[in-house]
């Protein structure tokens, strides 16, 4: 179950990836450009280039603060491109870190604010470093405290050309969930914990539960993660019926994130109502599941997963 982002820096590192190979022969996957010969190895070459539409935004403000731009005029954006227009004096970001930040997005022909997150004492989620998600084409191995303009190529009228001002704000976040062991529930499945965090599931023998159950391994002592929320989150599935994993976000080396209701009931339901911090054991029947998608692999699977909620958010809104 790949579980889709909410993040709307998840949309643009997306946009980036795409745009970057369609602008000449095509490119690797995470490749920033289409020159470039091979998939590069670390941050610093994943890095979008730089190039004259970036490096012609002028930005205000500090970063941290909602930033104001100004233009000659429109841009003309042919490929996507990144400038570091204030350079932090924090640590260079690493792979598998969570980056808190902020961004505002302004049409590149007007350069009118169309949305703005992370600013003003309303955090935007976390968002995870992974070579093959796009982000590192953003962030590149860039400092804390940076800020960053990226320029993104329009792709009809539905999606105009776009400016980007994306400051990094931390890299805080744990990797893994930090609350309160609690006791086992007997009966339930059992589950050990690697040096890294990462989950192994042991399924009791027994028939599986007709009811999603919902248990607290970890209690955290974070916010409340509300219906609709974006969450961020390591998580790993298996299968009931013979206890192999389907899905995790660990094999990817990097958190997942995703909006509670774009996700099975059973996922939401162990998500809703939970602190951040937690660590969730939830075991759903196809029901909860994948019951109603006829033809589906894991149609008639019941599915057990361990969930860590490392950050929580409300979802973006458009700027007024």
């Known amino acids: 179950m790949r579980l889709r982002p909410a993040a709307l820096l998840s949309t643009l590192a997306l946009a980036?990836?795409?745009?970057?190979?369609?602008?000449?022969?095509?490119?690797?996957?995470?490749s920033p450009d289409a020159s470039a010969s091979a998939a590069p190895t670390d941050l610093c070459g994943a890095a979008l280039p730089s190039g004259a539409s970036a490096e012609a935004?002028?930005?205000d403000g500090e970063p941290g603060s909602k930033p104001t731009i100004s233009l000659d005029g429109p841009l003309e954006i042919t490929t996507p491109e990144r400038a570091v227009v204030v350079e932090g004096d924090g640590e260079k970001i690493e792979l598998g870190q969570n980056i808190?930040?902020?961004?505002?997005?302004?049409?590149?022909?007007?350069?009118?604010?169309?949305?703005?997150?992370?600013?003003?004492?309303?955090?935007?989620?976390?968002?995870?470093?992974?070579?093959n998600s796009g982000t590192a084409q953003l962030f590149g191995c860039a400092t804390i405290g940076s800020r960053i303009v990226a320029t993104?190529?329009?792709?009809g009228e539905q999606q105009p050309a776009a400016i980007y001002v994306l400051d990094?704000?931390?890299?805080?976040?744990?990797a893994t969930a930090w609350g309160e062991p609690q006791e086992p529930v007997e009966g339930q499945p059992t589950v050990e914990l690697a040096e890294n965090g990462e989950p192994t599931i042991t399924l009791p023998d027994a028939e599986p539960p007709a009811e999603t159950q919902v248990t607290t391994l970890k209690q955290g002592d974070?916010?409340?993660?509300?219906?609709?929320?974006?969450?961020?989150v390591q998580y790993t599935g298996v299968k009931?019926?013979?206890?192999?994993?389907?899905?995790?976000?660990?094999s990817r080396g990097a958190a997942a994130p995703m909006s509670t209701q774009g996700v099975v009931a059973g996922f939401q339901k162990a998500l809703e109502g939970q602190k951040v911090g937690s660590q969730v054991l939830v075991t759903m029947p196809p029901?909860?599941?994948?019951?109603?998608?006829?033809?589906?692999?894991?149609?008639?699977?019941?599915?057990?997963?361990?969930?860590?909620?490392?950050?929580a958010a409300h979802s973006a809104q458009p700027a007024q």
Request: hydrophobic share 45%; charged share 20%.
């Open 57 to 59: 935004v002028t930005v």
């Open 222 to 232: 974070g916010a409340t993660v509300e219906s609709g929320d974006g969450v961020l």
């Open 287 to 311: 029901a909860d599941a994948y019951g109603a998608q006829a033809g589906h692999e894991l149609e008639k699977e019941t599915l057990t997963f361990v969930i860590d909620i490392l950050a």
């Open 16 to 30: 980036a990836v795409a745009l970057a190979g369609c602008s000449g022969e095509p490119a690797p996957e995470s």
């Open 152 to 155: 993104v190529p329009g792709s």
């Open 168 to 174: 990094l704000l931390g890299n805080d976040t744990p």
């Open 100 to 131: 808190d930040y902020a961004l505002a997005v302004f049409d590149a022909a007007s350069g009118e604010e169309l949305q703005s997150m992370g600013f003003d004492d309303a955090p935007a989620l976390p968002e995870p470093v992974a070579m």
């Open 240 to 250: 009931w019926s013979d206890g192999s994993v389907f899905d995790s976000s660990w």
